[in-house]
């Protein structure tokens, strides 16, 4: 593929679906014709040409409405791709269902892959063309909550921000300030309280309904197959949420204690949790440019390719860090498969966050971009869990270039990532579980729903203490989770993919540092190649599944840590 290394230079015309519909008959022709298995991976091949171009197009529309979210135009573009690529799902399942009973597909696979057959196996039970209407439905629901975060503006300490920039304020040093600023978030949520409960509300039922449709029990079966699990299921994921109760919550329990005495506090209260020091928490030594530029030289210095990749990045302009009013919150990576480029979307706020949604970004753009020539499509980006591999392990493996953005305090960054993502984990797992629990009793209240989250911070967050912030004292907590609105089932994937990241850190850390770099660009190269567990072992990891994976990691870095 010709790589389009200038991000203006791409160009995404919006799709004639009846022009694709006419052009995917010709290629179900030749399939049906096809006298060889050749043949019949040659129209995979034609297929995906078309895929790539309509993945271009709703990438951008996507990335467009995110970087300005109250745009009308850009509103009315993501509107209009809403509406459009369900219909563009139905005529590419056709042509996976096609493929699944083609007489040559053992051949056809051997030739393209068996794992895209197994996916598609996955993609067809997500799909029906009785679910359409309601898939434009939950859309719509997904911009909505979207635009309501990003509605969010807060005047504190003489500053305009939003819910992005506010957060700076909850790991400052100073105790009032954190508080202050944490009550200014959650009485935010307060006033809207009753949106993001409607929107949840309909959502649940609606994906309910898809389920049923479909003839799945609930919609966590529906879910997995959304989030193509291949090779794990409910109960592996049940053994992984009990592993973190049994090794995580209690160590995490003692860092929070720990966290308490170093703060000098009787209690570690919900606005201290972002702290870990008096000092308050390192930050960067510069402002953004400062910050891409010591980005470059830290990826120059520990591989050509990596530091190669992210010149072109800056180069080419395909990063947006900068916070804004009316940019969506949060941080991603995209992609453009016509151009063989991505682009990383973040909200920097001057915290040590950045730093780490920076490396996180960098390391989902860099798989992206040494996958961009695999075919088919499917193989660009694995299942979500692998992806957050390439993302959470490179966070850990810049980490003896930390001095070059916080200078004297590395160390304690370093120590403050390590524990981050630890006391992670319980959290991680709790947003999961909670999950599962709505979308088993899909008729539960929206009050019902906030004490299902009590139960879960309990269980799992046995430390937090909201004292007088009402709202998340009364479950509100999980409503400031994008995820469990826009991507219902993708959050286990984080918990299962910093498992892999920590051994990936060890492996530098108390091995050898070139070889784990090695095997972290190999892993990067095959894309989406092969599922979950397969991907990790390829690199050398064991599998978060594996019996005592977990604990054994975990032992590690309480050694590390001296807990
Ligand atoms: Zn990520």
């Not at 895929?51 to 009315?76: I, Y």
């Not at 706020?349 to 499917?378: M, W």
């Amino acid at each position: 593929m010709t790589l389009i290394a200038d991000f203006d230079a791409i160009t995404a015309p919006t799709p004639d679906l009846d022009a694709l519909a006419e052009r995917m008959e010709e290629l179900h022709r030749t399939l049906e014709a096809a006298a060889t298995p050749a043949d019949g991976a040659a129209v995979v091949r034609a297929w995906d040409e078309l895929r790539r171009e309509v993945e271009t197009w709703s990438s951008l529309v996507d990335l467009r409405f995110n970087q300005d979210t109250a745009n009308e135009e850009h509103k009315r573009a993501r509107e209009q791709r809403d509406e459009l690529l369900p219909r563009w799902t139905e005529l590419e399942v056709a042509m996976k269902r096609a493929l699944l009973v083609h007489p040559l597909r053992a051949g056809i696979a051997a030739e393209v892959g068996e794992h895209a057959f197994a996916l598609w196996e996955v993609d067809v039970l997500a799909f029906d063309p009785a679910i359409k209407e309601d898939l434009v439905a939950e859309a719509k629901l997904e911009a909505e909550y979207t635009e309501l975060m990003a509605s969010a503006e807060f005047e504190y300490l003489g500053e305009k921000l939003n819910l992005a920039t506010l957060r700076k304020f909850v790991q400052h040093a100073d105790r009032e300030v954190r508080h202050g600023a944490l009550q200014q978030w959650w009485n935010w949520f307060a006033e809207h309280g009753g949106e993001f409960d409607r929107i949840y509300d309909e959502l649940v039922r609606l994906r309910t309904a898809m389920a049923e449709k479909l003839g799945f029990n609930d919609f966590v079966e529906l879910g997995y197959k959304r989030m193509k699990r291949i090779d794990y299921d409910r109960p592996d994921v049940e053994r992984f949420r009990a592993a973190v109760r049994e090794h995580v919550v209690p160590l995490a329990t003692e860092l929070c204690r720990r966290q308490a005495e170093a703060l000098g506090v009787e209690k570690l209260m919900a606005w201290d949790e972002r702290v870990q020091d008096p000092r308050g928490n390192p930050r960067p030594n510069g402002d953004h440019d400062w910050m891409v530029a010591r980005a470059q030289e830290m990826f120059d210095a520990m591989d050509a390719e990596l530091g190669a990749f992210f010149g072109l990045m800056n180069g080419g302009r395909f990063l947006d860090l900068k916070s804004r009013q009316g940019k969506s919150s949060g941080g991603f990576c995209t992609s453009f498969p016509t151009a063989g480029m991505p682009f990383v979307f973040a909200n920097f706020n001057g915290t040590k966050d950045d730093v780490e949604v920076f490396t996180h970004e960098i390391g989902h753009a860099f798989q992206c971009y040494q996958s961009r020539d695999h075919v088919p499509l499917d193989f660009l980006w694995p299942t979500m869990e692998s992806c957050e591999i390439h993302s959470m392990s490179l966070e850990f493996l810049t980490w003896p270039h930390m001095d070059k953005f916080f200078g004297d305090d590395a160390e304690r960054f370093r120590r403050m990532h390590l524990i981050d993502g630890l006391v992670f984990l319980p959290y991680g797992v709790a947003v999961d579980h909670f999950q599962h629990e709505v979308y088993s009793r899909p008729e539960a209240s929206p009050a019902a729903r906030h004490a299902i989250w009590l139960v879960m911070e309990r269980t799992y967050l046995p430390w937090r203490d909201w004292g007088d912030l009402a709202y998340p004292a009364k479950g509100g907590r999980w409503q400031a989770q994008p995820h469990i609105f826009g991507g219902p089932f993708y959050y286990i994937d984080y918990t299962l993919a910093q498992t892999c990241a920590m051994q990936f850190w060890l492996r530098a850390e108390r091995e050898d540092r070139g070889a784990a770099m090695k095997a972290y660009v190999d892993l990067c190269r095959r894309g989406g190649q092969a599922p979950f567990q397969e991907l990790a072992r390829s690199a050398g990891l064991k599998s978060p599944f594996d019996d005592g994976c977990l604990a054994e990691v975990v032992g590690h870095a309480r050694e590390v840590l001296a807990v």
